[in-house]
């Protein structure tokens, strides 16, 4: 059984940036695509980025792409988001996930993923 651990959210300024970190405990974590995702107060949980196992393809959501950066390290078991020029409209508890293991799932729904950290707020101030 997984364990996902999300740190790094806050408070910051609009045009500010963050780093988030999840790291994983359990099972390989090489072979599964990661995902962020964020849900802010009464909307639905949200696609934010993904990446996939050891090739690291990455794909964002149009609304931070440019401005948010998705990677990993294999080594430590540990998934980003670092998160630039952020806006308030990104405030939101941002959430790792672990993708199922079925090329048959997408990686860009949260129906896609079986396995969530508890969040981490980040909150932008204007």
């Known amino acids: 059984q997984v364990q996902l651990v999300e740190s790094g959210g806050g408070l910051v300024q609009a045009g500010g940036s963050l780093r988030l970190s999840c790291a994983a405990s359990?099972?390989?974590?090489?072979?599964?695509?990661m995902g962020w995702f964020r849900q802010a107060p009464g909307k639905e949980r949200d696609f934010v980025a993904r990446i996939t196992g050891n090739s690291g393809s990455t794909d964002y959501a149009d609304s931070v792409k440019g401005r948010f950066a998705i990677s990993r390290d294999n080594a430590k078991n540990t998934v980003y988001l670092q998160m630039y020029s952020l806006k308030p409209e990104d405030t939101a508890v941002y959430y790792c996930?672990?993708?199922?293991?079925?090329?048959?799932?997408?990686?860009?729904?949260?129906?896609?993923?079986?396995?969530w950290g508890q969040g981490t707020q980040v909150t932008v101030s204007s």
């Open positions: 359990g099972g390989t974590f090489s072979i599964y695509t």
């Open positions: 996930a672990r993708k199922r293991l079925s090329n048959g799932y997408s990686g860009l729904t949260p129906q896609d993923y079986n396995s």
